[in-house]
């Protein structure tokens, strides 16, 4: 697939603005509706536009703590990783989760009310997998920079 200026252009107004309609995006681009509707559609289809999100203010919604747990299962073997990747993919307080290298296996970013509830989530939940050897915390004291929008 060859991604051309104009359809840089559609994306970065797309990331920015998701309820952009097609009409103010071709006015945007200097296109007419029907090819911006077509560029859109071959985006999605080539799964380019992997889906459209709203993304939700977590202080507002009650879920103001942030934590970055680096995990390092007890053993390197498949059912080890399968198991945890299963169980995480069940947790709702867990927002990502990725296999990274160096000395931990995994990160997972985990939102919570408060500390208590992180406690319950670290002590009921993440602890309790017979996968997991050990678990380090760090606490988001505050955000610098959050964004979804990838460079293009």
Do not use: W
């Amino acid at each position: 697939m060859t991604i051309d200026k104009t359809d840089i252009l559609i994306l970065q107004l797309l990331q920015e603005n998701a309820q952009l309609t097609l009409k103010e995006i071709s006015q945007k681009i200097h296109l007419s509706m029907t090819p911006t509707h077509d560029r859109i559609k071959r985006l999605e289809h080539e799964g380019v536009i992997a889906k459209y999100v709203t993304i939700l203010n977590k202080k507002m919604l009650g879920n103001p703590l942030m934590v970055y747990c680096s995990i390092t299962l007890d053993k390197q073997q498949k059912n080890h990783f399968e198991e945890f990747e299963e169980a995480i993919k069940q947790f709702p307080e867990v927002i990502e989760c990725s296999v990274i290298s160096g000395s931990f296996d995994y990160m997972i970013k985990v939102i919570a009310k408060d500390m208590e509830a992180y406690n319950e989530f670290y002590q009921k939940k993440l602890s309790d997998l017979q996968s997991v050897a050990h678990i380090s915390s760090s606490f988001v004291m505050s955000e610098v920079k959050n964004t979804t929008v990838l460079p293009l």
